[in-house]
Nanobody, 121 residues
């Protein structure tokens, strides 16, 4: 049974930082790309960042480029998302997902339950 568990969300002020983690189990983690998506109230889910299976390639949404950093530790089955200079528009539920290296949600087979990030201005 595949499980992805996100953690690290919370309530912060604009300009602060947060580090999200996603721990995977039940799959050969090192074989899959891992992405972060987010969904704000009343909005569609949107791509945030993705890291390739080996960690050698990363891709970011323009809205987070230069502020967020995705990384992975295949020995610990973990992917992290370091979020700096947070803005109110970053407020959303953040989900990690495993699948093919892509910006499209339909290319990901397994999803976590999400972690809430709230940024107050």
């Amino acid at each position: 049974q595949v499980q992805l568990v996100e953690s690290g969300g919370g309530l912060v002020q604009a300009g602060d930082s947060l580090r999200l983690s996603c721990v995977a189990s039940g799959l050969t983690f090192r074989m899959y790309a891992v992405a972060w998506f987010r969904q704000a109230p009343g909005k569609e889910r949107e791509f945030v960042a993705v890291i390739s299976a080996s960690g050698g390639m990363v891709l970011y949404a323009d809205s987070v480029k230069g502020r967020f950093t995705i990384s992975r530790d295949n020995a610990k089955n973990t992917v992290s998302l370091q979020m700096n200079s947070l803005k109110s528009e970053d407020t959303a539920v953040y989900y990690c997902a495993t699948g093919r290296y892509s910006m499209r949600s339909r290319d990901y087979d397994y999803w976590g339950q999400g972690t809430q990030v709230t940024v107050s201005s």
